[in-house]
């Protein structure tokens, strides 16, 4: 089942991208400056190098001061030009990467749904290349009430019929019944009687979950290529597909919704990229003033964005707990930012949200909550 960590750790990825893509986009304004003030080789009139040289210097000056809201003083015309054209470009870009990205964060979370019931389809797609082995205990799997449970459930069949299932790529379903599963011990073990108890069929296939399709095999492999957030989404995905055949009984089985709260969730997705995004300055400078002297550009990728969504979540979100939006960060950096990240960030949201709290710039209110006053 899809958690708010899990959101959180969405939410963290778009923001990291688009960080990297606003440094990137600000690279090009400056390729584009450098560009723009070279000697034109293809005009008849001759070049005045030396100017264009301290026209690139100065445009480059210019762009940099202007990113960083500093005072400027007046540069020639068409250096005004060019770094205002170069800096509408940048912004432009800036704001199609942020539309982008905030709205990949739930087509990538839509995503989880469609490889669960891949998953699925891939635990019939195996049985059926084993019944059509020319020895018939191979077919042994397919006709257990589990794997006719999931062949013949209606919403499954929809889904797979939707997404196109493994129809094109059943060569490689047998590449993988053939390597991993037809001498695997557990396997030939279940094929030894045609029928089985629920218990059994149920201790198979989340073996076959486990150990075959989520193993460190070429399968496993696969679906890392397919999905490039494969490192936290298998634990997602393997957990929906466990709690579908543990819910197998009397030939019927419950498939699993990522979230049951999604219109919740979507808002709380949105609402979180985009206050984390336009984070007013005096909060950064916030972070910067308790930051041991470093600058909040200094500070490692991970760990800026990290605080800057718990600086978000706690001012946009009354009915969170401060302490809860602490732990949660601190569960983040852990995770994925330096092995001295979680101190660091426990010890920098304790004392930043006291302060912001003091100024009342923290408002908590809800079941178990007190308004600030």
Same mark, same amino acid.
């Given at each position: 089942?899809?958690?708010? !960590? ?18 990137? =986009? ?9 560009? *723009? ?18 026209? !690139? ?18 540069? @020639? ?11 509408? =470009?940048? *912004? ?7 539309? +982008? ?8 979370? =839509? ?5 669960? *019931? ?34 013949? *459930? ?11 299932? &493994? ?8 590449? &993988? ?5 037809? @001498?695997? @011990? ?23 979950? !486990? ?10 492999? +696969? ?6 957030? &494969?490192?936290? @989404?298998?634990?997602? #995905?393997? /957990? ?8 197998? /009984? ?37 972070? %910067? ?14 760990? !800026? ?6 600086? %978000?979540?706690?001012? $946009? +979100?009354?009915?969170?707990? #401060?302490?809860? $939006? ?14 001295? /990240?979680?101190? +660091? ?11 912001? /709290? ?16």
């Amino acid at each position: 089942m899809l958690n708010r !960590r899990t959101i959180r750790i969405k939410i963290m990825q778009s923001l990291f991208a688009f960080d990297q893509c606003k440094e990137a =986009n600000y690279q090009l304004a400056h390729d584009y400056l450098e560009q *723009h003030f070279q000697p034109n080789l293809n005009s008849m009139e001759v070049q005045d190098k030396e100017r264009l040289k301290t026209q !690139r210097k100065a445009a480059r000056q210019l762009l940099d001061a202007r990113y960083k809201n500093k005072e400027t003083k007046e540069s @020639d015309i068409e250096v005004t030009k060019a770094v205002d054209h170069a800096l509408e =470009n940048y *912004h432009k870009q800036v704001k199609k990467d942020q539309l +982008f990205l905030g709205k990949n964060i739930v087509l990538e979370i =839509n995503k989880l749904t469609d490889t669960y *019931h891949q998953v699925l389809g891939l635990l019939v797609a195996l049985a059926e290349v084993g019944a059509a082995d020319k020895r018939a205990v191979h077919g042994y799997v397919l006709l257990q009430p589990l794997w006719q449970a999931l062949a013949n *459930h209606a919403e499954l069949k929809k889904e797979w019929l939707r997404s196109g299932g &493994w129809d094109g790529k059943m060569d490689l379903v047998r590449d &993988w019944f053939r390597q991993i599963i037809k @001498d695997d @011990d557990t396997y030939l073990q279940f094929i030894e009687k045609k029928e089985r108890s629920e218990d059994e069929q149920k201790a198979f296939a989340k073996y076959m979950v !486990r150990k075959v399709i989520f193993g460190n095999n070429v399968i496993n492999d +696969f679906f890392d290529e397919q999905d490039i957030r &494969w490192a936290e @989404d298998r634990a997602i #995905i393997r /957990s929906l597909a466990e709690k579908t055949l543990k819910s197998f /009984s009397e030939g019927k089985l419950d498939l699993q919704k990522i979230s049951l709260e999604w219109d919740d969730d979507q808002v709380f997705i949105e609402k979180l990229f985009k206050a984390t995004v336009d984070l007013p300055e005096e909060y950064k400078e916030l972070i %910067a003033k308790n930051t041991k002297n470093w600058e909040v550009d200094r500070l490692p990728l991970t760990d !800026r964005v990290i605080l800057e969504m718990a600086i %978000a979540e706690m001012i $946009t +979100f009354q009915n969170i707990p #401060i302490k809860v $939006t602490i732990n949660e960060y601190i569960e983040l950096a852990k995770e994925y930012s330096t092995p001295k /990240s979680r101190q +660091f960030i426990n010890g920098i949201l304790d004392v930043i949200s006291k302060k912001m /709290s003091e100024a009342g710039k923290i408002k908590k209110s809800g079941r178990g909550l007190l308004d600030n006053k």
